[in-house]
């Protein structure tokens, strides 16, 4: 994306990334939660030059409308979308694949419910029950669930169960993107979801795109993350999207909500072309 549009202030000033990357750091911090796609108005994101020579540009983790060519990363997003809607569009429950693999099935890899037995009676008279009619409920993995949730395929605000221990989630409660981050007393699983605009040096933090009140620290699980989907700088962060299983909660002078990660298993990284 070479220009964008920032809304800083209530009015819509155009920027080129070439005059953009020109302002003060200063400058530069202080607008880029404001900048939108200059065609569909969806949240955009600035990424500066990286240490490996990437160049600066601006990007969109929401935005479909400049993908007449689509990198491979863009394309297999929009597949998964579109998987994910095919399948809410045939059930009305899934259940979540925290497995390494992006899989998902609605086949024979599903779980099964609601099962109706037949006897059938063999030449010995011995009775075999036969398993029929199974109803398979599709495992979704997260990685596919994240882009789902980034492309707007109704996920977000659906009444689609999903169960997770004892426990079944409708989705619209399940599913909190950061903005609407709010802090809970109950130990009630939430995923939490969004985009990132940049971490600290040292990546122990990680800072979302969509607010400037939330903050996401990586703690023990630092290491983990980091080897998992194999960051090695913190500028290959931003414009990065995630998931996480997590619970949020005020910081000591109740000025920022921190969100902190259950489980690095329950967390997926998708980071930007």
Known sequence: MFDTICTFGGSEKPFSILDFQK????????????????????QAFYRKKSVDGKKACFGSRYCTCRETTASPQRQKERGNAIEVQQILAETDTIEISFGTGSTSSTGNEGSTTGTRSGIALAGNKKAHTIASEKKRIPKVSLEKILHSLLRGTGLAASDTIIPIGDYKYKAKNLFVKFPDAEPMEKNAHRFYWGTLYNSNSDIEWLNPAECKDVGIPLGNLRDIILEKFNITNADSLEGAAIIFDGRCRWNKDNTKKIITINDSERLFISLED
């Open 23 to 42: 302002l003060s750091e200063t400058d530069i911090e202080k607008l880029r939660h404001s900048l939108i796609c200059p065609e569909c108005s969806e």
